[in-house]
Structures are given as C-alpha cells and as structure tokens.
C-alpha cells in the first residue's frame, strides 16, 4: 500500500545523500547539487509512461528504462544501478564500523596514546543489526527508519559544522587573525590525483538517483507522484547542498590540505570527547537506515526475479504465518528464501568490508563509476525519448553537452579513485582493519 507524501521521500533522499559523503567534504569541495537537482525532475517524470500522470507505473529504475528506452541499455542500467547499490552497502558497512570503533576506543583515539584498534567486531556488529532489519519486508516499511536516520545525519553534519567554527575561532585567536591552511607538503602530481578523487566523493555525495524510482513508487496517487517526488528533490537536495557547501568551505578553513578524510574520526577533531562520540553515534545509526535505503531494491530485485522464474517453488514464493505467544495472537509473515537470501547477503558485504576497508578512494569509486549513467544518462535520454525532440536539435545539443561534461566528470574521478586505490593496497593487510 502506497501511504508515502513529500515528507518520507525527504527522508529517504536525505537519508540516502547526506551521509557519509558530507564527512569527506572538508577537502572536496564544488557544486553538481544543480545537476542532480535538474536530471533528478527528468526521472521523475520517468516513473509513468507515456504520460508522466497517468501512464502505467515502472516499479524499478530498470522499468523506466525498458519502457523509454528497452534493449541493450536496459541491461547496462541493471549492471550499473545494483553494482552501484551493492557498493554503496558495502561503503556504508566501513564507514560506520569506523564510527563504531570511534566511540568504542574514544580514550585512546583522543588522548595521546597511539592506537591499534581493529574495525573487524564492528563491522560483525553493525552486520548483525542489519540481518534483522534485512527482514523489513520492502521499501514501504522504511519511512520511519528513514525519518530517524535522517534527523541522525543532519545532527552529526552540525556538530562537524559546529566543530569546525571552533577551530576556525581559535585558530584565529591564537595565531592573530590569521588560520593555518598548508601544513603539508604535497607534491603537483599527488594534488591532481586528489582533485580527481575528490571529484568522485562529491558525486557520490549527490548519488540518490539509484533509488529515486523506488522510492517514487512508495508515494500515493495524490497529488501526482511526479510532482510530490520533484518537490521531495528540491527539499532534499537543497537541504544537503547547504550542509555540503557550509561543511566542506568551513571545514577546509580549520584544517586546509590537512583536512582528514572524515571530519569526526581521530585525525580530525580530538574535543570535546563526549561530543565526538554523540557524533559518530549519530553516524552509525544513520547509515543503520541508509544500509536499509540502498540495500531493498536489490532485495526486491532478486526476489522478484526469483518469483517470476520459479513461481511452483513453494520455498521462494509462499510466505508463512508465524504466532507470537504471549502477545494477544500477534502474527507476522515469513518468506523462508528471503530470509536465506537477505542474510546471506549481509554476510557477503560485511565480508567485502572488512576485506576492503578503505573509506575515501572506495567512496569516490562508486560515485565515478555510477555518476553518469545512472544520475544524468539515463534520465536525459529517457527524456528526450518522451518528449520526442529531435536530434541536432538546440535541446538535443544541450542535453547531450551536458551529459558530455558529465562523462568527462565521471571519467576523471574514476582515476583519481583508482589512483588512491593502489596506494592504499601498498600498505594494506587483509583482515587487519585499523579505524
């Protein structure tokens, strides 16, 4: 049943944009909010066809696809689309064990004593969490979840904002007006790379367009989905572009090219204590739901195309009734393969986070790689199959600019990332995961 209004779409974009992405914003700064904003009312749109208001739904990004575009393109938007949600799990399941370990070793990240903390038990810890919620039957069930995760996010971006003032103050009061923004050396060659990289962390800040068609699909029939998920777009992406724009320029005032990867972890900030820890608290839960967010199209996915093509299996496609005692006959329903399937797939991406625990150059990867596609491609091309414009058109020539600028875009921060990948395998250990 679809009970969603402008309010839990909000919830669910900001859940999904502001997250870990705002934390590696310090040194990443730049605006593609406007881009984002403008191909993610062109999706909208997407969700019906032919008519954006009255036309049959699509269900999945995937649906909007084939029915605009069909063929070979339908295919590379599922490649892109859940390669892209399954790394997105898995970047959430290391950003928020680090939070985890943060809390956990608070006295030793900030005090003086060096630190040897592993983030492998958190990564098993926020793992089990996620095997229960994995349950959740589908996206319609997350609003509240969403709702709580995003007050968490908007709640840790303010205290690094907050954070990030002090230090700019101080700085000033102590070295006569003047803040410290170059306090290491960085050779011409590293600076480009890290422009590159950081260019990917920016487009993966902005990377809800993966789930934009899904969580369209929760909303009610009126007013007109296209129109209360364009509203929901223009909240959510200009409620996070304001903390990206404020976190990243005020907080490359108070560290400049020392700027940690993560404002909140211990190269960042080492007081208050008791603050930092309210904070990384506030992380970890956050992406508790953003797991949630990114991770049910996938389940869905598969479920549904698991039904489709075995429907006389009584295993995957018959749910069974379960009686609580002692709860006046309380009952809930369970599908045995969902919850082989769901499970197994925790455990997968915890395993692929503790064998890939590195945050910055693993968070710009899935923002290059899925940039273009899926936020600008697709959209500008199902738009211009909708409204029919004409090729070597002056719209057509703009669009298709545009999605030029995107690719080169997309293009460079992919080897920026890939870049910082290979150095950060030069002193990697499995297994050993240090926060």
Known sequence: MRTGTWVTASAHIITAVIGSGVLSLAWAIAQLGWITLFTSTLLADAYRHPDPVTGQRNYTYMDAVRAHLGGLKVRFCGVAQYSNLVGVTV????????????????????????????????????????????????????????????????????????????????????????????SATVSEAQRLWRIFQAIGDIAFAYAYSTVLIEIQDTLKSSPAENKTMKRASLVGISTTTIFYLLCGCVGYAAFGEDAPGDLLSGTGFNHPVWLLNVANVCVAIHLIGAYQVFAQPIFSFVETSCRQRWPEVKFVSTDHQITIPFLGGMSFHVNWFRVVWRSAYVAVTTVLAMVLPFFNVFLGLIGAVSFWPLTVYFPIEMYIARAKIPKFSVSWMCLQALSFVCLLISLIAAAGSVEGLVQSLKTYHPFKNEA
């Open 91 to 182: 970047g959430y399941t290391i950003t928020a064990s680090i939070s985890m370990e943060m809390v956990r070793g608070s006295k030793c990240f900030h005090g003086k004593d060096k630190c040897h903390a592993s983030t492998t038990l958190d990564m098993v810890v926020f793992g089990c969490i996620q095997l229960i919620l994995c349950q959740v039957p589908n996206f319609h069930n997350l609003s509240r979840l969403s709702i709580l995760a995003a007050v968490m996010s908007l709640t840790y971006s303010l205290i690094g904002l907050g954070l990030s003032i002090v230090k700019v103050a101080s700085a000033k009061l102590n070295e006569g007006g003047e803040t410290r923004t170059t």
